[in-house]
């Protein structure tokens, strides 16, 4: 079975950090691009970043530029997210998805998502 | 960055009609737009690819169509379980890859 389950998520305070984490099964996991996106409470689907197969590239929305890094350990079939210097307004559900190279990228494949609060 | 313009916000209809959805682009995507539905609790599910291509698994009620800046998702004769939250998403022209803030369709 195609799974991708995430962990990580947490309260945390502003200016804080947090590595969420999302360990992929029943596909080859060194052969996709993959994801964070990201969804605040009651909001709408936010991309946050994404990572080329052999963790050669990597591209994030503005918002989270020079604060989130995403990364990946093929061998472990895991992705990772670093979030640094946290604020209030990143609060919300982190997904993995992977984006199927076949279907031009769109996210086929997606976690159950871990909650990211963050709060005083 | 491109926006994604989705309409209408909420429609609501009976389970046996068509909803038609739409989702506008702020500049030309090309054919490389999907289509996500989401229920409250659930990550999204992959409905469309390429404007047109149903997902793996997703029945024939599903229709996408468009191209270039105009795209419309379309089910018809709704079933109790397509009432969601539905999102379309671009990749033509990235970063940003970007969504459209939904659709929610409700049950009349």
């Known amino acids: 079975e195609v799974q991708l389950v995430e962990s990580g998520g947490g309260l945390v305070q502003p200016g804080g950090s947090l590595r969420l984490s999302c360990a992929a099964s029943?596909?080859?996991?060194?052969?996709?691009?993959m994801s964070w996106v990201r969804q605040a409470p009651g909001k709408g689907l936010e991309w946050v970043a994404n990572?080329?197969?052999?963790?050669?590239?990597?591209y994030y929305v503005d918002s989270v530029k020079g604060r989130f890094t995403i990364s990946r350990d093929n061998a472990k079939s895991s992705l990772y997210v670093q979030m640094n210097s946290l604020r209030a307004e990143d609060t919300a559900v982190y997904y993995c998805?992977?984006?199927?190279?076949?279907?031009?990228?769109?996210?086929?494949?997606w976690g159950q998502g871990t909650m990211v609060t963050v709060s005083s | 960055e491109i926006v994604l313009t989705q309409s209408p916000t909420t429609l609501s209809l009976s389970p046996g009609e068509s909803a038609t959805l739409s989702c506008r682009a702020s500049?030309?995507?090309?054919?490389?737009l999907a289509w996500y539905q989401q229920k409250p609790g659930q990550a999204p599910r992959l409905l469309i690819y390429?404007?047109?291509n149903r997902a793996t698994g997703i029945p024939a009620r599903f229709r996408g169509s468009g191209s270039e800046t105009d795209f419309t998702l379309t089910i018809s004769s709704l079933e109790p379980e397509d009432f969601a939250v539905y999102y379309c998403?671009?990749?033509?022209?990235?970063?940003?890859?970007?969504f459209g803030q939904g659709t929610r369709l409700d049950i009349k």
């Open positions: 998805a992977r984006a199927a190279s076949d279907l031009s990228g769109a996210f086929d494949v």
């Open positions: 029943g596909f080859t996991f060194s052969r996709s691009w």
């Open positions: 990572i080329k197969q052999d963790g050669s590239e990597s």
């Open positions: 500049q030309s995507v090309s054919s490389y």
């Open positions: 390429d404007a047109s």
């Open positions: 998403q671009q990749r033509s022209n990235w970063p940003p890859i970007t």
